[in-house]
């Protein structure tokens, strides 16, 4: 659990009270929008969505990192099947460079081959797309429930300021 979670969990279990969604313009302006404005959050229900936001955030990360396991055993993928077409093109190029005897069988083989090699890298180019696509998409939730537990977290900070300055309005007005 981060030290942020673990100091809202301690402050909610100290008991502050509802929070108004956007007071004291302490959210971010990209914040605004992730709860209606106005809306209370008890110290229980902020401390659930922030539990529930983290969970939600660490099987993201761990997401993220078997897509970018993915993405490296594909690029590797991608680069052993360049590097057969390129030996393939080489030895293509001996064999209309020199004089040397080869059958048109072993000439169609080797066509045969090197087609087979760019139709695959053509599939490579399309599962890259894919995988980058997913790898943005997993990024960009990431940063959503970030946002989330910062604009929560900010609510709980400004309540707790709140009852600071409330509590010491009430002192100095007790004879």
């Given at each position: 659990?981060?030290?942020?979670?673990?100091?809202?969990?301690?402050?909610?279990?100290?008991?502050?009270?509802?929070?108004?969604?956007?007071?004291?313009?302490?959210?971010?302006?990209?914040?605004?929008?992730?709860?209606?404005?106005?809306?209370?959050?008890?110290?229980?229900?902020?401390?659930?969505?922030?539990?529930?936001?983290?969970?939600?955030?660490?099987?993201?990360?761990?997401?993220?990192?078997?897509d970018l396991l993915r993405l490296g055993a594909?690029?590797?993928?991608?680069?052993?099947?360049?590097?057969?077409?390129?030996?393939?093109?080489?030895?293509?190029?001996?064999?209309?460079?020199?004089?040397?005897?080869?059958?048109?069988?072993?000439?169609?083989?080797?066509?045969?081959?090197?087609?087979?090699?760019?139709?695959r890298i053509a599939a490579h180019g399309v599962e890259g797309r894919r995988?980058?696509?997913?790898?943005?998409?997993?990024?960009?939730?990431?940063?959503?429930?970030?946002?989330?537990?910062?604009?929560?977290?900010?609510?709980?900070?400004?309540?707790?300021?709140?009852?600071?300055?409330?509590?010491?309005?009430?002192?100095?007005?007790?004879?």
């Amino acid at each position: 659990m981060s030290r942020r979670l673990s100091l809202i969990v301690l402050l909610v279990v100290l008991g502050v009270g509802a929070v108004p969604a956007q007071e004291d313009n302490l959210l971010p302006p990209d914040a605004a929008g992730f709860l209606p404005p106005g809306e209370l959050l008890r110290p229980e229900t902020a401390l659930a969505a922030l539990m529930g936001l983290e969970i939600d955030r660490e099987i993201a990360q761990r997401g993220l990192e078997s897509d970018l396991l993915r993405l490296g055993a594909w690029r590797a993928r991608r680069d052993r099947t360049v590097e057969r077409l390129r030996d393939l093109y080489g030895e293509l190029d001996l064999i209309f460079n020199t004089d040397a005897e080869t059958s048109a069988a072993e000439s169609e083989d080797l066509e045969r081959r090197i087609l087979e090699l760019e139709s695959r890298i053509a599939a490579h180019g399309v599962e890259g797309r894919r995988l980058r696509d997913a790898l943005r998409a997993r990024r960009q939730r990431l940063i959503l429930l970030s946002r989330k537990v910062d604009q929560i977290s900010l609510q709980q900070v400004a309540a707790i300021a709140r009852n600071v300055r409330n509590n010491r309005a009430l002192a100095n007005c007790v004879p």
